[in-house]
């Protein structure tokens, strides 16, 4: 991994800046009303499953159902999210959501409510959220600009953050003075917001002129790109070993809260409320501290913050103490988090922005998913005390971390913008130019004494190659004239091949023209491209006469 020092991330003029866009701030004032919703929601399915089926694994199941679709869909949702207009995806599934709510609303009220036709539901309503959010969260640089990205973040985590501190507290009220049925009702209310949000917000066409990409190539090429780019998985690295150790405070608070505490209801909900302290006030000053430390700085200030937090939960009961430590947690978990967003938003181009992000949410959620079961059992072996202090510790230890995965630099905006250094490859054969498979072959001249550094320029190029999809990269050295090294890959069909030329960025420009500088010939390298020939479309010639 690199040991450069990353850059300042863009700037922006204030942290409120981004809700001076008026698209913005209807979306972000409607998912505030839409996520206080969903923690409404959470609630009366919960307590309607304590009715319906008490077992404690049945009730258990209904946050499952809530959470795994988010897990499970996240990568087809980002590939979607990628392949057709954002805005459509979002609008889409919030109104899949909406219909799912409503039915779930009916159902409950006309006493047709059984304990699996409630986890359908639920589970219905996840998958609406799983195909959301990647869209959303890469449509976000489309509603604000590259310079306010960071505050905009940082706002949706204090929208997130506020309604998960107080949403749960309002939810119970509301189930306890109207009932289940107007908490589903009011639940489904809170997406026509967003949906008509979404339907004003008049996102600029972005069309390439080629076919769509098929889903399931969608897919691996998003993987792929993750797997070549050295950044984008250090972020996740990170993300992992914080959603780890950070979960230890919001899986075991309530067993604190009641056991060492010794809090009732109320003191439960002012410690929630503590959380949404912290988040508010990170998301206030970040963009100040973005003026003054880079990511690095703020994701290791978030390690450290954190885990104070989690031993002081784990050593003391004085309630200034815990109140202080519950804010610190706050602060540290938007923190990080909007980073680790904004560092894979900043990072991934736009064509595989959404699959990025997907990839980041799947790992964030199943480190705290794994963290979660982790110090709970912890918890059940020793005490919850013990655990919080053990997570906090593992916290402290992994800002060592930053010695080996330091949070990547951010590129500035020319260098992601797609580059147009050499002309587009075309072709006048005649074929099927979406499922034959094409091979790439670049002819260099090298001189005998550059050979070595020549070599190691392209493994850079190599890289590149791979990320933006090609497959079966080879470099090869002539035995016979050690002059000519021939490059060589494979994409699926003619129009991956277009596709890997438009994903071109200038950043990888300027890595393929230093190989290219190493050329010693006369002419710049020549490239040339192959289509697989299919012998059973050779035409056949007619049969001699007989006789």
Known sequence: MSEARPEPAPRSSSSLAPLSSPAFRRVWLAALLSNFGTWMHSVA???????????????ALVQAASTGPILILSLVAGAVADLVDRRRVIIAAQVAMF??????????????????????????????????????????????????LPAAVALNSINFNIARSVGPAIGGAVVAAAGV???????????????????????????DGLPRERLA??????????????????????????????????????????????????????????????????????VWLRRRLDGEGIVSLGYLAIGVASVLLGVTTWPPLVFLALILAGLSWVGCLSTFNISVQIAAPNWVKARALAIYQMTAFGGMAVGSWLWGEFATLRTPAVALVIAGLLMLASIGLRHRYRMPAVPGASELSPARAWPESKAVLEFDRMNVPVLARCEYRVAVDRGDEFAASMRAVRRLRRRDGARRWRLW???????????????????????????????????????????????????????????????????????
Not at 217 to 243: C, K
């Open 217 to 286: 190539s969608a897919m691996i090429n998003g993987v792929r790109y993750v797997a070549e780019a050295p950044g984008i998985q250090t972020v996740l690295v990170r993300a992992l070993a914080f959603g780890i150790g950070a979960s230890a405070i919001w899986a075991l608070l309530p067993v604190v809260a009641r056991q060492q505490v010794g809090a009732g209801p109320l003191m439960f909900g002012l410690m929630l409320g503590a959380l949404g302290i912290g988040a508010v006030l990170a998301g206030l000053i970040l």
């Open 181 to 207: 049925v107007f908490a589903f009702a009011v639940n489904a209310a809170t997406y026509i917001p967003m949906i008509l949000a979404f339907v004003l917000w008049r996102r600029p066409a972005a069309a």
């Open 477 to 547: 050295h002539d035995v016979a004239d050690p002059e000519r090294w021939v490059e060589s890959y494979e994409v699926g069909s003619w129009f991956d091949h277009l596709r890997l030329e438009r994903r071109q960025s200038e950043a990888d420009a300027a890595v393929i023209a230093r190989a290219w500088s190493f050329h010693a010939g006369p002419e710049t390298p020549r490239l040339e491209v192959l289509a697989l020939h299919d012998p059973t479309r050779i035409p056949l010639a007619d049969p001699a006469p007989s006789g």
């Open 45 to 59: 399915a919960a307590w309607l499953m304590t009715s319906l089926a008490p077992a404690p694994d049945m009730v």
């Open 99 to 148: 219909a799912t709510s409503i039915a779930m609303t009916v159902v409950t009220w006309s006493g047709g409510m059984a304990p699996w036709i409630l986890l359908a539901f639920t589970f219905l309503i996840g998958c609406g959220n799983a195909f959301h959010g990647p869209a959303w969260q890469a449509s976000v640089s489309d509603l604000v600009g590259r310079a306010s």
